[in-house]
């Protein structure tokens, strides 16, 4: 699948890619002295699958009509989704070293003002998949064929509001909506079985009428292969439980409720660079 749309921009290897976009989020965190840093890295790989090899689009031409929607839903880990963008060329890779700062573009939590390739602004959980599922039945009764994707976060899905748009989106059979639960089982200030448990998962999304598979959500191939399907093959939404860790590719990172809101900052952020380039050469 061609995800430039034909626009003539080559993207780069999806393993890169999310290499890179760890590597670009680390020091946006670092210059901004911001956070979220886990629940970027744990969604690293995600995002590159989807701008390396699945999502239909043109740079050159943010508003294509025809591109495939993409909606962060966990809008706090917003510099992925900067960083991503700006290696598939919808703006400089200079632009990120302005994140968080004062009269940035880059806010914090993901905003499409003046970003190119940005959808909706988001931040409050809990509303990018009722806003997905609006789109995506707007395409089906346009007689559209491009997609929606929106990647969500495990805690947001305490919110009831995510309910409501399942079944809608069930009841009429968007087959062009996807949901990605980036499922890393730490949510703000403990992890999501002590917070409010949400197991079963799958069969809770199966009995809501979705298609639903589990994945590993590091695995590029799995991820790639639950993600490219054509709608018009099936009746029901889809979704991906990606099962993945909170700071994955930062050993120290992994697995801890601290890097949700810790920002990388002298040997620490020393220490991370050091891991995530010699990822690259190992």
Known sequence: MDPTGNSGHAVLDSVE?????????????????SSHIGAIFSMADIMAVLYGR?????????????????????????????????????????????????GSDLSGHVSHLRVPGVELSTGSLGHGLPVGQGMAYAAKLD????????????????????????????????SNLVAIIDYNKIQSLAPVADTLGLEPFAEKWRAFGWETQEVDGHNHEALAHALDRAPDKFSRPLCVIAHTMKGKGVSFMEHSVLWHYRSPQNEEYDAAFRELNESHHA
């Not at 890619?17 to 002295?33: I, Y």
């Not at 064929?145 to 968007?174: I, P």
């Open 17 to 33: 890619l999310a290499r890179r976009v760890r590597l670009h989020a680390l020091e946006m965190c670092r210059r901004g002295k």
């Open 54 to 102: 699945i999502l239909h689009f043109r740079p050159a031409e943010p508003r294509w009509v025809d591109r495939d929607r993409f909606i962060l839903s966990k809008g706090h880990a917003g510099a992925g989704v900067y960083a991503v963008l700006a290696e598939s060329g919808f703006f400089s890779t200079e632009k990120l070293k302005t994140h968080c700062q004062d």
């Open 143 to 174: 007689g559209k064929n491009h997609r929606v994707f929106v990647l969500m976060s495990d805690g947001e899905c305490d919110e009831g509001s995510n309910w409501e748009a399942v079944l809608f989106a069930a009841h009429h059979g968007l």
